[in-house]
């Protein structure tokens, strides 16, 4: 090393925009779900890089197929084809079950979206010029480009970025009845989280889906549903769709897709996608060898029925840890909520006093919406990962409730 932790939080405050409320501590390298900081200090991490090291840090194959590729060829314009992006292409479009599917590549879940919103409102504005309207959830997160920002339902992140891209409407997630008198024939798409992450784990009623879904087919509107975060094998199954015994036309993933290389992605079905045509969308890195050879790792690896299986187990395991957790802090802890490794607990208070203690004990834990612990560890944690985190929030707890 050649500088302090000090000296690295001097030269970031210098150089770097002031835009993330960071801790104070350097990272160096992982391994498994463990992160270690440059005091080799261990870390258990229930975080994964915000949703993205679904495979765990330091995965052998992942590792050494980035490695190969970045020794045969990083990048290659999108002019030409690759077996590496068709292959990844391929298994995308197969997993997501949509009929006839069409794969797009970005950098990150913002471009994912920007192409899926992009790709809808040519579609409908193809049947009718004034099917513009796209409505998208209260408390729902999209990215940080102009257009997510508008599909993002949360004000704040609005504030100063105006005017923004006009046509959105804002309901709120599992109101169906909300929904529907929004609705008409120039909707053209209805753009949700399967399960809302940033905006505090919200799961929706278990029919809400399935209606959402006959009302898009009643106005002809585009379903698409982003699972940037809850989906990757997050919920237990590929897609969070699946659990809800729908299919949307459109669907986006970003975070977990390469385990940690940077990539997007929207599929859509191919009667959607067909109003795209040559010119009409385009990446200069989007799906570039290095980062599709990342993905066909984690893409061979996430839907195995084991991985999945240790999804549902090892959440159900945690929600229960989580659920005592409440049972005891009453005071301290008001809700439990969300579906394999998409975990939340609402707090009666704000929640950072409890990340920054973890951390000085050892672990890795997420607060978003203020008061919503969030644990979206690697896919890849055991029963005993977390009986080694609620030891951590065991002790940690008793100081907040
Ligand atoms: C993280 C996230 C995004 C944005 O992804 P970026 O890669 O940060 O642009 C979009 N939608 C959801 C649901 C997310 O969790």
Known sequence: MHETDEQ??????????????????????????????THGKKYIDFLGGIAVNVVGHNHKPLVDAVAEQAKKMIHCSNLYYTEVQADAAKKLATLSG?????????????EANEG?????????????????????ANMSFHGRTMATLAATGQAHYHEGFGPLPAGFDYVDFGDIDALAKMMSGKTCAVMLETIQGEGGVHVPPDDYLKKVRTLCDKYDAVLILDEIQCGMGRTGTFFAYEQYGIKPDITTLAKGLAGGVPIGAFVAKGAVAAAFHAGDHGSTFGGNPLACAAANVVLDAVPQKSFLDNVKTVGAY???????????????????????????????????????????EGAIINCTAGNVLRFIPPLIVTKENVDELMNVMENVLPKFA
């Open 8 to 37: 690295i939080y001097a030269i970031d405050h210098e150089n770097y925009v002031p835009v993330f409320a960071r801790y104070d501590i350097v990272l160096d390298h992982g391994d498994g779900v463990y992160v270690y900081d």
């Open 318 to 360: 945690m929600k229960e840890k989580l659920e005592a957790l409440k049972e005891k802090y009453p005071a301290l802890i008001k809700d439990v909520r969300g579906k394999g490794l998409i975990l939340g607990v609402e707090l009666t208070k704000p929640g950072r006093g409890i990340v920054d203690a973890c951390l000085s």
């Open 98 to 110: 949509l009929d006839d599917a069409k794969v797009f590549f970005g950098n990150s879940g913002a």
């Open 116 to 136: 899926a919103i992009k790709l809808a409102r040519k579609y409908a504005t193809s049947k009718d010029k004034d099917k513009i309207q796209i409505i998208v």
